[in-house]
């Protein structure tokens, strides 16, 4: 059974960081593209960033240069730094797998408050 697990949401100051984290199991993690989207109250999920197997990444211009995403395959993990947040990026954060197969998982709550 293919289970994403994320972690690492909660409530931060604007200027804050957080570090998500997506544990996968269930799947042969090296074979997948992993990727972050999010989805704020009335907007389209986008995507955040996402990581090929080989290490290449990709951002959405509005968190290059803010976040970092990273993966350990030994660990199964895909990771996404997120410094100086800002109010616009409160969202739920989906974490992705993608391949032949493509997997989500449950989200997590970022909410970027004063």
């Known amino acids: 059974q293919v289970q994403l697990v994320e972690s690492g949401g909660g409530l931060v100051q604007p200027g804050g960081s957080l570090r998500l984290s997506c544990a996968a199991s269930?799947?042969?993690?090296?074979?997948?593209?992993m990727g972050w989207y999010r989805q704020a109250p009335g907007k389209q999920r986008e995507l955040v960033a996402s990581?090929?197997?080989?290490?290449?990444?990709n951002y959405a211009d509005s968190v290059r240069g803010r976040f970092t995403l990273s993966r350990d395959n030994a660990k199964m993990t895909a990771y996404l730094q997120m410094n100086s947040l800002k109010p616009e990026d409160t969202a739920v954060y989906y974490c992705?797998?993608?391949?032949?197969?493509?997997?989500w998982g449950q989200g997590t709550q970022v909410t970027v408050s004063a």
């Open positions: 992705n797998a993608e391949a032949f197969y493509i997997h």
């Open positions: 269930g799947i042969i993690f090296t074979a997948y593209t």
């Open positions: 990581i090929t197997n080989s290490g290449n990444t």
